[in-house]
């Protein structure tokens, strides 16, 4: 599949993430192309995903901050 844009939507996004985490769970998922080796580092699972849905590490870790009106 080719990798997701910056700005394609959310859902998407989160889409992507679900579908290349169940690759990983299945034990299909390959770092590169198909003849790569398969991937079996959780870390390195959630740089490809990342990577796939145009997200980086900092906007995973990012916390949704709920600011009040004044």
């Known amino acids: 599949m ?5 700005n394609a939507p959310k859902k998407a996004k989160q ?3 679900k579908d290349e985490l169940h690759k ?3 034990g299909t ?3 590169g192309s198909r003849k ?3 991937v079996i580092n959780r870390k390195q ?3 490809i995903v990342l990577s796939e849905a145009g997200l980086t590490k ?4 990012r916390p949704t901050m709920n ?3 004044k």
């Open 67 to 69: 600011r009040s009106k």
């Open 24 to 26: 990983f769970k299945e």
């Open 15 to 17: 889409k992507r993430i």
């Open 29 to 31: 998922l390959h770092s």
């Open 2 to 6: 080719p990798k997701l844009k910056s």
């Open 58 to 61: 900092k906007d995973k870790m």
């Open 45 to 47: 699972t959630i740089a």
């Open 36 to 38: 790569g080796p398969k």
